[in-house]
């Protein structure tokens, strides 16, 4: 495993690999290829998902990272503004699974009561699964408790660098902060590639990001105006695609993708539009949106959501009003801070304005709310967000998930129980 450790700890958290973790790499490829097996065999898949379902589940791009002699930064969350990785002379991975295996490895050095999330990813330190294996650094935010002892779990192994995050969102002090926070992690990067991040390269980078916004909007737009075009969850797939896939690729396969799904004659639309929100759904374990989309109780295509693991990842670009180098970090720091709903937040009322307004413009019978077990964040965001949905009159479910396939049975009746209520409403 690449990186130096961070922290050099006087009391380091006992995180010993054990046999079993060796075995974690091939669990993730096995979920993987299921995952896309079962998708692939939905009748009528677009033929451009080819090229995303081979990124997920073969090892060609892993071993391009490997060969490339840029180094590799692995970052968690959407906190980081990649444009200033890429300037960096560096190459942007997102690190996020969702793995019930790794999370198992990882709970034997933290606390049993932590959610899926971070155990997972501390198992896929000891597991050395894929991205932590050719990440020379991890940066990682202070989004909640997990992730701020995650720091000091992962620092104890590799190099680590912390993204403080403030406490608000709005405001001159929380955003100097910030802007100030970016402007380290920048002179970090920097310090990690021995090159300095110039403006021509800063604006490239801006540029190819920005064009993987515009087509992120786009796929959002064609979900909502043609429901059914693409499902959901090849919808997450190929947003989650671009955790990992070179931006230039990404670009190139989702135009291929949009222009296949643009000519294509229209599909009978779904019985039933919905809205996903919450806690992040991560490859390779796409399970509640399988239990959604393959109901036996309606034909139901989840158009928009509002999670940080799907749309809210691409759709923002970057606004450039200053050209200078200092300017255009202030510009990608505000840009990773101002429209991210992430219940992190103190005041957050502006992700329950969007889960709203994602209702109404995608005309949304019905909003799934998702909460990963143990996340406090959503969980204590949930009984303003239930009575806000419910005061506009949208019927929505609010479902718990260990982010594993392994509580499908219960989760599936109470999906299947709604989406019935859905029908008789309509
Ligand atoms: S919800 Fe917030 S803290 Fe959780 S993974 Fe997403 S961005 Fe990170
Ligand atoms: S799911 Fe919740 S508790 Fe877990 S890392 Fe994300 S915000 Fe933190």
């Given at each position: 495993?690449?990186?130096?450790p961070?922290?050099?700890?006087?009391?380091?958290?006992?995180l010993?690999?054990?046999?079993?973790?060796?075995?974690?790499?091939?669990?993730?490829?096995?979920?993987?290829?299921?995952?896309?097996?079962?998708?692939?065999?939905?009748?009528?898949?677009?033929?451009?998902?080819?090229?995303?379902?081979?990124?997920?589940?073969?090892?060609?791009?892993?071993?391009?990272?490997?060969?490339?002699?840029r180094?590799v930064?692995?970052?968690?969350?959407?906190?980081?503004?990649?444009e200033l990785?890429?300037?960096?002379?560096?190459?942007?991975?997102?690190?996020?699974?969702?793995?019930?295996?790794a999370?198992?490895?990882?709970a034997?050095g933290?606390?049993?009561?932590?959610?899926?999330?971070?155990r997972?990813?501390?198992?896929?330190?000891?597991?050395?699964?894929?991205?932590f294996?050719?990440?020379?650094?991890?940066?990682?935010?202070?989004s909640?408790?997990g992730?701020?002892?995650?720091?000091?779990?992962?620092?104890?192994?590799?190099?680590?660098?912390?993204l403080?995050?403030?406490?608000?969102?709005?405001?001159?002090?929380a955003?100097?902060?910030?802007?100030?926070?970016i402007?380290?992690?920048?002179?970090?990067l920097?310090?990690?590639?021995g090159?300095?991040?110039?403006?021509?390269?800063?604006?490239?980078?801006?540029?190819?990001?920005?064009?993987?916004?515009?087509l992120?909007?786009?796929l959002?737009?064609l979900?909502?105006?043609?429901?059914?075009?693409?499902?959901?969850?090849?919808?997450?797939?190929?947003?989650?695609?671009?955790?990992?896939?070179?931006?230039?690729?990404?670009?190139?396969?989702?135009?291929?993708?949009?222009d296949?799904?643009?000519?294509r004659p229209?599909?009978?639309p779904?019985?039933?539009?919905?809205?996903?929100?919450?806690?992040?759904?991560?490859?390779?374990?796409?399970?509640?949106?399988?239990?959604?989309?393959?109901?036996?109780?309606?034909?139901?295509?989840?158009?928009?959501?509002?999670?940080c693991?799907?749309?809210e990842?691409?759709y923002?670009?970057?606004?450039?009003?200053?050209?200078?180098v200092?300017?255009?970090?202030?510009?990608?720091?505000?840009?990773?801070?101002?429209?991210?709903?992430?219940?992190?937040?103190?005041?957050?009322?502006?992700?329950?304005?969007?889960?709203?307004?994602?209702?109404?413009?995608?005309?949304?019978?019905?909003?799934?709310?998702?909460?990963?077990?143990?996340?406090q964040?959503?969980?204590?965001?949930?009984?303003?967000?239930?009575?806000?949905?419910?005061?506009?009159?949208?019927?929505m479910l609010?479902?718990?998930?260990?982010?594993s396939?392994?509580?499908?049975?219960?989760l599936?009746?109470?999906?299947?129980?709604?989406?019935?209520m859905?029908?008789?409403?309509?």
């Amino acid at each position: 495993v690449s990186g130096a450790p961070s922290c050099r700890c006087r009391h380091p958290l006992p995180l010993e690999p054990i046999a079993s973790d060796a075995e974690l790499p091939a669990a993730l490829e096995a979920a993987a290829r299921e995952t896309v097996a079962r998708l692939a065999a939905t009748p009528g898949r677009p033929a451009a998902m080819a090229p995303f379902d081979r990124l997920l589940t073969e090892p060609a791009r892993h071993d391009e990272l490997v060969r490339d002699p840029r180094p590799v930064v692995g970052t968690l969350c959407n906190f980081v503004p990649e444009e200033l990785v890429l300037a960096a002379g560096a190459i942007p991975i997102r690190l996020d699974y969702s793995l019930s295996s790794a999370a198992r490895a990882g709970a034997r050095g933290l606390a049993a009561d932590v959610c899926p999330v971070v155990r997972a990813l501390v198992g896929a330190q000891l597991g050395a699964l894929p991205g932590f294996r050719v990440a020379d650094l991890i940066v990682v935010p202070t989004s909640c408790d997990g992730k701020r002892k995650l720091v000091r779990a992962l620092g104890d192994q590799r190099e680590v660098h912390t993204l403080a995050l403030p406490q608000e969102r709005e405001g001159r002090r929380a955003q100097a902060a910030w802007r100030e926070e970016i402007a380290a992690l920048a002179r970090r990067l920097e310090a990690l590639t021995g090159h300095r991040i110039r403006r021509g390269a800063l604006r490239d980078a801006i540029e190819l990001l920005n064009r993987r916004s515009a087509l992120a909007r786009e796929l959002a737009e064609l979900r909502v105006k043609r429901p059914g075009t693409i499902s959901g969850r090849d919808a997450f797939l190929v947003l989650q695609a671009s955790f990992i896939a070179d931006p230039t690729w990404w670009n190139e396969r989702t135009r291929a993708l949009l222009d296949e799904l643009t000519t294509r004659p229209s599909t009978e639309p779904p019985a039933l539009r919905l809205l996903l929100a919450g806690s992040p759904v991560l490859f390779p374990d796409l399970h509640l949106l399988e239990l959604v989309e393959g109901s036996h109780a309606a034909t139901a295509v989840i158009v928009a959501d509002e999670m940080c693991s799907a749309t809210e990842r691409l759709y923002h670009p970057t606004v450039i009003d200053e050209t200078t180098v200092p300017g255009i970090l202030r510009a990608a720091a505000d840009r990773t801070l101002l429209p991210c709903t992430c219940p992190c937040f103190i005041a957050n009322d502006d992700r329950i304005d969007r889960i709203l307004e994602r209702a109404r413009s995608s005309s949304a019978q019905g909003i799934i709310h998702h909460t990963l077990r143990l996340c406090q964040l959503f969980d204590l965001e949930l009984p303003r967000v239930s009575a806000a949905v419910r005061e506009s009159g949208l019927p929505m479910l609010s479902v718990t998930s260990e982010g594993s396939g392994e509580d499908s049975a219960l989760l599936r009746n109470r999906i299947e129980a709604f989406l019935e209520m859905l029908q008789q409403v309509e």
